[in-house]
């Protein structure tokens, strides 16, 4: 892609004379996190922080606002990712040595996904450079400063988080992780790209994180991730189901969410049983 057609992205979406600048400067800083894996070859889980812009992030924060109504959690999109949620992504990440993932926290930068999307050969050219290409293409005209949600792109290997909920980011390194297990990463990809075939991965991956919690987070951990991840499921089935009532397709969404948050609040109270329980 053109330097100037990103220059032009990017200068609609930060500030007039961005583009007189490299991407890279707006990086507030890369971290590197060391795995040894069971071959004891050193690798690293990369990470990197896009600089605060209070208004950028103000505008991203008001566009999140359905999410943290359907969530009932204003931390969802709220493009202020604390580093204690960071480093919960990343510890499950170097438990499942994943190795080769990137974490861009609160970042915009087109031209290192487009990097990134050459250089995966994870995944072959073919899944890169047709369903991968419109996914970074994507990326690249809608920022996810403004716009975006949680979400792990498979073609480029990398998680891009907005807010500050753990097992959101979490959620997205299970998806990680699965992709990374299978033989065919771009067809299983493009496949969960489809609708209602996608629900597989989205179950798959939180089930993932209740177990990885289960085992390493204490009983609050283990409560909130099933107080977001249930309705956060609920809204995804929902809105699976508005595709087929278009007229009226945010009302089984926020159904679902209804349904998700009653479910996560029961799934909690049994935890939170059991846990007392355990102690006496």
């Known amino acids: 892609m053109h330097r100037w057609f990103v220059c032009l992205v990017l200068a609609l979406?930060?500030?007039?004379?961005?583009?007189g600048q490299e991407v890279e400067e707006?990086?507030?800083?890369?971290?590197?996190?060391?795995?040894?894996d069971d071959?004891?070859?050193?690798?690293?889980?990369?990470?990197?922080?896009?600089?605060?812009?209070?208004?950028?992030?103000?505008?991203g924060w008001v566009m999140g606002i359905p999410s943290k109504l359907l969530l009932w959690d204003r931390r969802a999109e709220n493009h202020d990712v604390s580093e204690a949620t960071q480093e919960k992504v990343v510890d499950y990440l170097a438990e499942k040595e994943l190795t080769g993932v990137k974490v861009r926290v609160n970042q915009y930068d087109p031209l290192?996904?487009?990097?990134r999307l050459r250089e995966n050969e994870k995944v072959g050219a073919g899944w890169r450079y047709t369903v991968g290409g419109v996914y970074t293409l994507g990326y690249t005209l809608v920022p996810g400063r403004l716009f975006g949600s949680d979400w792990y792109n498979p073609y480029t290997d990398t998680i891009?988080?907005?807010?500050?909920?753990?097992?959101?980011?979490?959620e997205q390194a299970a998806y990680a992780e699965d992709v990374h297990s299978r033989d065919r990463p771009g067809l299983y990809a493009t496949a969960q790209s489809l609708p209602v075939v996608g629900l597989q991965h989205e179950t798959k991956s939180k089930i993932a994180v209740f177990?990885?919690?289960?085992?390493?987070?204490?009983?609050?951990?283990?409560?909130?991730?099933?107080?977001?991840?249930?309705?956060q499921i609920g809204s995804e089935i929902g809105?699976?189901?508005?595709?087929?009532?278009?007229q009226v397709m945010i009302v089984p969404k926020i159904a679902g969410a209804a349904m998700g948050h009653l479910m996560g609040i029961d799934a909690s109270g049994k935890l939170k049983a059991k846990h007392?329980?355990?102690?006496?």
């Open 112 to 115: 290192g996904e487009w990097r």
């Open 276 to 280: 007392e329980k355990a102690e006496k």
């Open 160 to 170: 891009h988080l907005y807010s500050d909920i753990p097992a959101l980011g979490m």
């Open 239 to 246: 809105g699976q189901a508005g595709l087929f009532f278009p």
């Open 39 to 59: 071959v004891g070859t050193t690798n690293y889980i990369e990470v990197e922080r896009g600089k605060p812009r209070p208004i950028v992030d103000g505008v």
């Open 211 to 231: 177990d990885y919690v289960d085992r390493n987070g204490a009983l609050e951990e283990q409560t909130e991730a099933r107080e977001v991840l249930y309705p």
């Open 13 to 19: 979406a930060y500030a007039p004379g961005l583009c």
């Open 26 to 36: 707006i990086v507030e800083g890369v971290e590197g996190v060391e795995v040894i």
